[in-house]
């Protein structure tokens, strides 16, 4: 372990430290491989952007790693198949995420498992262009692993007018209870730094900052150690606080600028990726390896077995949280973690998606009762964008939604902060999450009749 002093520590203005941060449960449990499920449900809607067309149809045989959904349009992330088998239905099946139903290829596994071919062939990537690591990159339907699923190959095209001069990795994973980064980390160090200098090399950057929080100290020392020799690739050591991964606040802890929070970090030079991105980027390029699977912490008082299991992608729900022994008497199961993660009515239809970092199961999940705000002002003490969430809850909640736009309502990144601090518990992402729906339904049916 290196010492550190926390008053040295980068880090951010506001934000929170979860009392219990539960990564206890599954930090020294190694990534084992869940058991290939029966059938898999790949929704064709697993990134932001526009969702995938089917180009397969009930009845056909598909190879692991085969396109199965094709993008439709720049920002969007081609889908394969996570296993060999037969197409049993191309149907609506519910989103985790949405919440709402969404096209599925529905996939019955066949006992071959081996790749299409094309796929998971060994390729030399020394003399690779950047064009070439983008397109294999965009052809691989990559996205952002760290939960935001942008499609990365757009991250690795920036407008001909901004020059980035800097590539931020994010080794923070500051969510409660997920450790899917962290043994990623621990057991695949090498291949993460080659995704990150496949990244320089794509948008042309001699730069690389890596952030990690103290809570990780042995995977800062293992980074140091591979980059010791690689002068333009800093790694530094994170205070442990939340949403210290989010782009904003790690590019104004490592890099010491500032862009407003409707921005993207190309605005100030800079790029973030997540540390799993960077390995799935290397997979892409070094084996043509489509992402179809992904590390996922399922935890939580809820599972007797706590456990990071690399899982195909479109696998049930419910047979990973048999796999880690869950109880009956679970209240409460969350897609991500306590903070930012979506809770799920039924966990018999819900499945894994690209985006999914973690599976939380809960049986002693508390139910709280919202009171008045308070006025204390703790909400704006620890919001890491400047905002005044009490206020903007409380115009969310009268449906003054002209008034709250007014106060950058659209500028909150539902990080959840002002919920878990505020004394009256108050829902107030719910109530900011409301909002923005509804200013969205308001200016769609200004632009429908303007049009």
Not at 154 to 181: F, H, Q, S, W
Not at 285 to 292: D, N, T
Request: aromatic share 6%.
């Amino acid at each position: 372990m290196i010492p550190y002093v926390k008053s040295k520590l980068k880090t951010f203005v506001g934000g929170i430290h979860p009392r219990e941060d539960g990564k206890h449960l599954t930090r020294d449990t190694k990534e084992i491989a869940a058991p290939l499920p029966k059938t898999v449900y790949l929704l064709m809607n697993q990134h932001i952007g526009a969702p995938c067309k089917p180009i397969v149809k009930k009845g056909d045989f598909v190879k692991k790693g085969q396109l199965v959904g094709e993008s439709q349009g720049f920002v969007s992330a081609n889908i394969h198949a996570s296993i060999s088998g037969k197409v049993l239905d191309v149907a609506p099946w519910p989103h985790p995420v949405t919440g709402t139903k969404s096209p599925a290829v529905i996939i019955e596994r066949a006992d071959d498992d081996s790749w299409i071919e094309g796929a998971d062939v060994p390729f030399d990537p020394d003399q690779i262009t950047p064009d070439q690591i983008r397109q294999l990159v965009q052809s691989a339907g990559i996205v952002g692993l760290g939960g935001a699923t942008f499609p990365t190959h757009v991250k690795l095209t920036p407008p001909r007018d901004k020059t980035i001069d800097t590539v931020v990795m994010n080794g923070a994973e500051c969510e409660p209870y997920l450790t899917c980064d962290y043994r990623l980390m621990l057991d695949k160090p090498h291949e993460i730094i080659q995704g990150l200098k496949l990244v320089m090399k794509c948008i042309g950057c001699k730069n690389a900052h890596i952030g990690i929080e103290a809570n990780k100290e042995d995977v800062y020392a293992l980074f140091k150690s591979i980059v010791s020799d690689e002068p333009n690739i800093k790694v530094d050591l994170l205070e442990v606080k939340y949403p210290q991964g989010a782009e904003h606040q790690l590019i104004k802890a490592l890099l010491h600028r500032e862009f407003k929070p409707k921005q993207l970090p190309l605005e100030v030079g800079a790029i973030v990726i997540n540390v799993a991105t960077a390995f799935s980027i290397y997979e892409a390029v070094r084996f043509k390896r489509p992402l179809i699977q992904r590390i996922i912490t399922v935890t939580g008082d809820g599972v007797e077995k706590p456990q990071n299991f690399l899982v195909r992608l479109g696998t049930p729900v419910k047979s990973l949280l048999e796999e880690a022994m869950a109880s009956p008497h679970i209240n409460k199961i969350i897609f991500g973690g306590p903070m930012m993660g979506i809770a799920q009515s039924n966990r018999d239809t819900a499945v894994t998606v690209k985006g999914t970092g973690g599976i939380l199961a809960l049986r002693s999940a508390q139910q709280f009762r919202s009171r008045a705000c308070i006025r204390c002002g703790r909400c704006i003490e620890h919001c890491p964008y400047g905002l005044n969430p009490g206020e903007l809850s409380i115009q969310s909640e009268a449906q003054e939604f002209n008034l709250a736009q007014e106060n950058n309502v659209m500028e909150c990144k539902e990080c959840g902060c002002c919920t878990y601090i505020c004394p009256a518990k108050r829902p107030i992402v719910h109530l900011i999450k409301f909002a923005k729906v509804e200013i969205a339904k308001q200016t769609a049916k200004k632009a429908a009749s303007a049009g």
